[in-house]
């Protein structure tokens, strides 16, 4: 039996990814088949096209992260029956149309959960999930920092810190992406296409600093946050969309008993009640409309070129999605 999967023979520019047909593994015990219907397009796919994240076996199928409904099941799979609503991420090579996947990589979705939300938000959502509870625990009046405020990750970052009742603070790159960050709950918003973030977070927190900063650009943004972190604050660093960060002095941190924590959503993933939890607060949050999931805009499976590029030139505000409908 034959798929359609979205894949690589080698790391590079937007044009190594080609739709091809690849054949569905055989079943084994402890697995599911799935039939997609949305695959959600994460900064992740971008750095392990490009080769900033290594890949370690060519070619291969990519994607991270995708929903849909359970055709078939093993004859020792205990979570699931065919026809339930699924979500998953961390899983390479999830864009693909039907996909075999081991029960315990997957979280079961409520029947109230739209599955096109689902795509949108599980790997997003559960970053911002384990950033505001694990690798540093967002409590109430903390100063928080978010970087790329209006991205996909910052906009769920902002509406749980705000649940929480912390004073926000996010930056972005143009006007347009300042009125998002402010629609999605920042109490102030830097532009830091013409404003120096480093004195503004001073001037906004009255020289207090963030208690924490959390960083998915890197390159061109990290080492300044340093500068303006609060005495016992710390800055997490989740992604690189700028570039990898350069060395730096560590003993900047030391007169103000600061920390460096670095972040990545698989280790959260691994224990299956834990992923199980941690989806059902994320999603009981969005049900709710606590959480706003803003969707900016969807393509077809073979427009995935088009989807890299717009995501890569950060030209998108919001989640880009795939539609396998």
């Known amino acids: 039996m034959k798929t359609k999967s979205i894949r690589i023979c080698e790391q590079g520019s937007y044009d190594v990814l080609k739709v091809e047909e690849t054949n569905i593994p055989i079943l084994k015990s402890n697995e599911v088949l799935i039939k997609h219907h949305y695959l959600g ?6 750095n392990q096209r490009n080769g900033s994240y290594k890949i370690k076996e060519l070619p291969t199928n990519v994607g991270m992260e995708a929903s849909g409904i359970i055709e078939e099941v093993g004859k020792d799979v205990k979570r699931f029956k065919v026809g339930d609503k699924i979500t998953h991420c961390m899983n390479l090579g999830s864009f693909t149309e039907y996909f075999v996947l081991n029960e315990n990589r997957l979280v079961k979705l409520k029947n109230n959960i739209d599955l096109k939300l689902a795509a949108a938000s599980t790997l997003q959502g559960l970053t ?3 950033l505001t509870q694990k690798s540093w625990e967002v409590k109430n009046q903390d100063f928080v920092l978010i970087h790329a405020a209006s991205g996909g990750v910052g906009q769920i970052l902002t509406q749980w810190s705000k649940i929480i009742g912390a004073t926000v603070i996010g930056t972005v790159g143009n006007d347009y992406k300042a009125s998002i960050a402010k629609n999605n ?15 503004k977070v001073k001037e906004y927190t009255n020289n207090y600093g963030a208690d924490v900063i959390y960083d998915a650009v890197g390159k061109d943004t990290f080492e300044k946050g340093l500068n303006c972190l609060a005495k016992r604050g710390r800055i997490v660093s989740y992604g690189i969309s700028s570039g990898k960060i350069d060395p730096i002095d560590i ?13 990545g959503l698989l280790e959260y993933t691994k224990n299956i009640d834990e992923y199980q939890k941690n989806a059902d607060d ?10 706003k999931i803003q969707i900016h ?6 427009e995935i070129q088009k989807a890299h590029i717009e995501l890569e030139q950060r030209k998108s505000v919001g989640k880009i999605i795939i539609n396998l409908k």
């Not at 003993?251 to 008993?257: E, H, V």
């Not at 994320?282 to 959480?291: A, D, G, Q, Y």
């Open 41 to 46: 397009l994460n900064y992740i796919d971008i």
């Open 128 to 130: 911002a999930q384990y």
């Open 185 to 199: 709950g920042c109490d102030f918003v830097i532009n830091y296409s013409n404003e120096n973030f480093e004195s």
């Open 251 to 263: 003993n900047k941190l030391r007169p103000l008993s600061a920390s460096i924590a670095t972040g």
């Open 282 to 291: 994320l999603f009981n949050l969005v049900h709710e409309s606590k959480i």
């Open 297 to 302: 805009k969807e393509y077809n499976f073979d």
